[in-house]
Structure formats: C-alpha cells, structure tokens
C-alpha cells in the first residue's frame, strides 16, 4: 500500500541552511523509489493556521518512506531543514483503490 510523507514549513529562519536543504534534498531520493508529488507550489489554507508551504512524496510503502527518511544522506539534508525552518513531518498510508 502507498504511503505519503507530508511536509508542512511553517516559517523560514535561515535562508542560506533552506537553500542547503534545497540542494541536498533531491540528492537523497537517489536509490529509494520516491515520486513528489506537491513540491511547494501555490496554496490556499482553508483551516487552520497559515503556513509557509507544502511537499509531498508518494512512497511503495510505510516502511519504502521510513527507509528514506532514516537515510544517512536525507539526515543529513534534514538537519539543513531543521536549523533553517520550523516543520512538521507526517507520515501517512494510502489506501488501495479498486
């Protein structure tokens, strides 16, 4: 079954350690079945508090995903992430369709 990771920014605080992230990021897909599928484009908050922006990647799996995110290679483009931005990170299954 699919499963999704879903990243929601909040607010930047360090430009230069998101531009790193944004350099490191894509390079840490590399072996790992990831297809993005919302990579921070226009939104509209319908509910909730405003945010910053949105990615998501498709995964083959809850555990394709975990394998990614737990990567050496995505670690160290997270901790570019997290010393330049507030986030929250969900993992979530698809479901099946017909």
Wanted: charged share 30%; aromatic share 8%.
């Amino acid at each position: 079954m699919s499963a999704y990771v879903v990243m929601i920014r909040r607010t930047v605080t360090d430009e230069t350690e998101i531009a790193a992230y944004r350099a490191e990021a894509p390079l840490a897909r590399e072996g790992h079945d990831v297809t993005p599928i919302v990579a921070y484009g226009a939104l509209d908050v319908l509910e909730g508090a405003d945010l910053d922006g949105v990615a998501i990647n498709r995964f083959p799996s809850m555990a394709a995903a975990r394998e990614w995110y737990d990567s050496d290679r995505y670690r160290h483009a997270m901790a570019h992430r997290h010393r330049g931005a507030d986030y929250q990170v969900i993992l979530v299954e698809g479901v099946d369709r017909p």
